[in-house]
């Protein structure tokens, strides 16, 4: 073994000890041994991660848990990761810790649910674990219990989980692919592992597991809208299909993760989160590795859509031009002071399901907190009480299949759903 690794290797392990010594030595907080560097990339991989959009309810409570997730399954808190040693992770070893976010196993035994997602966490490499465990050491601890989850039986029940797992988690840590070049494996690890889109861009089998054969090809969940409670979103399909990521330039891509914002759309909705609390932090070699790796996702086609008929489209058309047109404009393509384009560049206008089109006509586009930097000059309504569900099928409609758009029909009875 060369000098330099054999010095690697030693090193790693002299982390690794010390990090485990911090652990039985609560008093000692890993910022005393000053290995600042290792705290930073923790911080910044842990930013990629977005723990703190799942753990954190309040600046105060940072990483405390207690944010409730809406499951088909029932209502899931998350919990407390700051190093507090009776409600949170102080007590934990750095091999619990890995175990944790690899298995999905707390150091009692007990299974963890996989909308922790360490279905995606569990690719991460060992060096950039170690990192976020010895982030999470730094952070105030704060003393607070995770409300009791409200399942439905047998979900309730932690031990099935085992099942669950062996049918569902593939325990391996990322291998990149020497055929392709370091940004696009970059990219992988960043989008697979670490950023974890999939968690709510890819489908779900009725036992609520990432289908792997159309990974990426758009999922529907349920997220928040504030003010209204929860909804069906759809997250849309990031494959280069005809209706997804193709729509988009790799500029694109890099833009909207960056600032929230591109030449075609801005952030609303769940993606606010995503984007403010985690992508906008990552340095740019590492969005473009990932806007280079999804420019690369194969084209995954979904299943064809109902027609829309002339009847609807007409009543949608004059729904059209009378609420939306004016900023919009008639033709779909947008005005540089008013709104963006609805034509061939809006993923979630062509999205296969409609569910995030339709939250964005009943309750308008929820801007992110702080607001972007002005650019138009109105912001947009919501039409909740403007218009019926008749009336928003047929809008939703006229839009998915006006201007080259080819989305297909929407029902009143899928609107009703979102109401
Ligand atoms: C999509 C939401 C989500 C994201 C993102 C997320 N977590 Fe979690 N996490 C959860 C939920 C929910 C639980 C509780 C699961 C349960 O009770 O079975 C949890 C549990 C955990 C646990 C187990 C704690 C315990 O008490 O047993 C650890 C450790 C953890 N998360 C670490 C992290 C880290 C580190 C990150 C960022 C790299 C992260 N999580 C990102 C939702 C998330
Ligand atoms: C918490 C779930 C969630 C995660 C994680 C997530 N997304 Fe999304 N994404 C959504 C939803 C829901 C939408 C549609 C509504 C919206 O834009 O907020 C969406 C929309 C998008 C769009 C289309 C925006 C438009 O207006 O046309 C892109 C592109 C996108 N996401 C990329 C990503 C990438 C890249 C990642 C990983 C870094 C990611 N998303 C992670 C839920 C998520
Ligand atoms: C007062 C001007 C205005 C009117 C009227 C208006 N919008 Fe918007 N709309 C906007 C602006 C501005 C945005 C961008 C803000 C954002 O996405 O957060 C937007 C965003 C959208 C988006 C999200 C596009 C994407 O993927 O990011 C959709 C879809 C949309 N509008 C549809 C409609 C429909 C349908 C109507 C009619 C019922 C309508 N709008 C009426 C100004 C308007």
Request: one cysteine or more; aromatic letters at 10%; proline letters at 8%.
């Amino acid at each position: 073994m060369p000098l330099l690794e054999t010095l690697k290797m030693i090193l790693k392990t002299f982390k690794l000890a010390i990090v485990l010594y911090a652990s039985f030595w609560p008093m000692l907080s890993c910022a005393d041994i000053g290995d600042d560097e290792l705290l930073q990339r923790g911080e910044y991989l842990a930013l990629a991660g977005n723990c703190h959009s799942c753990h954190t309810v309040e600046k105060n409570t940072f990483m405390a848990g207690g944010v409730p997730f809406e499951t088909p399954f029932g209502r899931i808190y998350s919990t407390n990761i700051t190093p507090d040693m009776a409600t949170g992770i102080g007590a934990w070893t750095f091999e619990d810790f890995a175990n944790s976010m690899r298995q999905g196993i707390r150091p009692d035994g007990t299974h963890l649910y996989p909308v922790f997602p360490y279905t995606s966490f569990a690719q991460l490499i060992d060096d950039d674990l170690l990192a976020i465990f010895t982030y999470l050491k730094s952070i105030p601890a704060i003393t607070q219990s995770a409300p009791d989850n409200d399942l439905s039986f047998p979900f309730n029940i932690r031990q099935f989980l085992a099942i669950w797992k062996y049918l569902f988690l593939n325990e391996y840590v990322f291998e990149p692919d020497d055929t392709r070049p370091d940004s696009w494996n970059r990219g992988a690890y960043l989008v697979e592992a670490l950023t974890h889109c999939g968690v709510c861009h890819s489908p779900r089998n009725f036992l609520g597991a990432e289908k792997r054969h159309s990974k990426m090809a758009g999922g529907a969940y349920s997220d928040k809208i504030s003010g209204v409670g929860y909804r069906k979103w759809f997250a849309p399909n990031l494959t280069s299909a005809p209706t997804g990521l193709s729509l988009w330039s790799h500029e694109d891509t890099f833009s909207y993760l960056k600032t929230g914002r591109n030449s075609l759309v801005d952030s609303f909705g769940p993606m606010n989160e995503v984007i403010f609390n985690s992508t906008q932090h990552l340095d740019d070699q590492d969005l473009d590795a990932i806007a280079l790796y999804l420019k690369s996702l194969p084209p995954i086609p979904v299943a064809e859509s109902q027609p829309a008929d002339r009847k609807t489209m007409g009543m949608g058309r004059t729904i059209y031009n009378l609420h939306c047109g004016t900023c919009h404009l008639p033709t779909g393509l947008g005005d540089p002071e008013m709104a963006p384009r609805l034509n061939q560049g809006s993923l979630v206008v062509q999205a296969q399901n409609p569910a995030s089109l339709i939250n964005v006509i009943l309750y308008g586009p929820e801007e992110p907190r702080p607001p972007l930097p002005p650019k138009w000059l109105n912001p947009m309504d919501e039409f909740q009480y403007m218009l019926d569900d008749a009336e928003v099928a047929a809008l939703a409609t006229y839009i998915r299949n006006s201007w080259n758009n080819n989305a297909g029909l929407v029902t009143a009875r899928q609107v009703a759903k979102q109401r």
